[in-house]
């Protein structure tokens, strides 16, 4: 019993320093805010933050949140049978239909968007991200599938799996930043993902069905 509370304090602190440093980003730009400051603000030691965030980018982008395995994680947790596009596209229709609040689907999600695109380390830290996770996805299909080193088409179809991942995330932005409300939003998204559903086509849409079990 313990253990839980430290471990739930410790969620609690962490959640509590990140949620001010958000508030202080937006406020006064990514670039403009120290970790002295945010320290300072959320009543905790300059240590105690380090503890917790590694770098101030760990604030905005966590790495267990925004992480190189999403696309890989979404693939490899899919059903027997379910190729990996269609498990993206599943996926991604569920987070819409929820609302999600790692999408972006929020009220305040705007601010918090133009704080991140106005800071040349965070938009270089995302497109790494998707470098990333296009990456591991490639190299997860390359394995589950057996193809040779050198056959493209694992890394191709991650290529396209991860530009419908891309596609909505910046529509839910653009949407966003035109002062479209969250559910609005994620209706036309999910109708888009019919568009790119359809744009895809067969080859990416069968390609790596999950063996049965």
Do not use: C
């Not at 105690?48 to 760990?58: G, R, S, V, W």
């Not at 190729?83 to 705007?110: M, N, W």
């Not at 799996?161 to 609005?184: D, M």
């Amino acid at each position: 019993m313990a253990e839980g509370l430290r471990e739930l304090k410790k969620r609690r602190t962490r959640a509590h320093i990140a949620e001010t440093a958000t508030a202080l980003f937006v406020a006064r730009g990514f670039e403009q805010v120290t970790m002295a400051e945010i320290a300072a603000a959320a009543e905790v030691s300059v240590n105690t933050l380090y503890n917790y965030f590694a770098a101030k980018e760990d604030l905005v982008l966590p790495p267990d949140e925004a992480s190189a395995d999403r696309l890989a994680g979404i693939v490899r947790e899919r059903a027997p049978g379910e190729p990996a596009a269609a498990a993206v596209l599943r996926r991604l229709r569920e987070e819409l239909r929820r609302r999600e609040r790692a999408l972006g689907l929020t009220e305040d999600f705007g601010r918090f968007l133009e704080m991140v695109r106005a800071a040349p380390t965070l938009t270089a830290r995302l497109e790494d991200l998707a470098r990333q996770m296009d990456d591991a996805l490639a190299a997860l299909l390359r394995e589950e599938t057996g193809a040779a080193d050198d056959d493209p088409l694992p890394a191709l179809v991650a290529s396209q799996i991860g530009w419908l991942h891309a596609r909505v995330l910046s529509e839910i932005g653009a949407r966003t930043q035109a002062g479209q409300a969250p559910n609005s939003i994620a209706e036309t998204v999910l109708a888009l993902l019919d568009v790119i559903e359809d744009l895809l086509g067969e080859r990416v849409l069968t390609y790596a069905p999950k063996e049965l079990e």
